[in-house]
């Protein structure tokens, strides 16, 4: 009976956070476009005035977060596949365990860079550009 009570108050107080949420984000985002007098370099976006010649890449933010992650992740799992071997102290099972290591982040590097040059061929492929 108790366990019921605690599955219904948690279905309760996520059903209000989502009406919450969708109502500010419907009152925020909503329809009405307030007027924005911008004047100068700035551009209304949803009634806020945006710089527009700041100088900043147009490129979006999830790629840029994408391409750090490909590489920090790789470069991180070249150093503890490193770490692995240096601390084996002639161990050939611990050799071995970090040589795997380092083929296995080597493969994952290239299957990351891969899935980039596929996802990227296919959008252009798409879009029927003719620059590859």
Known sequence: ??????????IIILSLFFAVNIFLT?????LE???ANCTGDFENVGGVCIPTNTGLSDTPVQEIISSVLTWILGIISFVISGILYLTAAGSVDQEKRAKKAMVMSIIGVIIGISGLVIIYAVSKMLNATPDF
């Open 33 to 35: 476009e307030p007027p």
């Open 26 to 30: 419907l009152h925020v985002f909503g």
């Open 1 to 10: 009976m108790e366990n019921r009570k605690k599955k219904l108050a948690s």
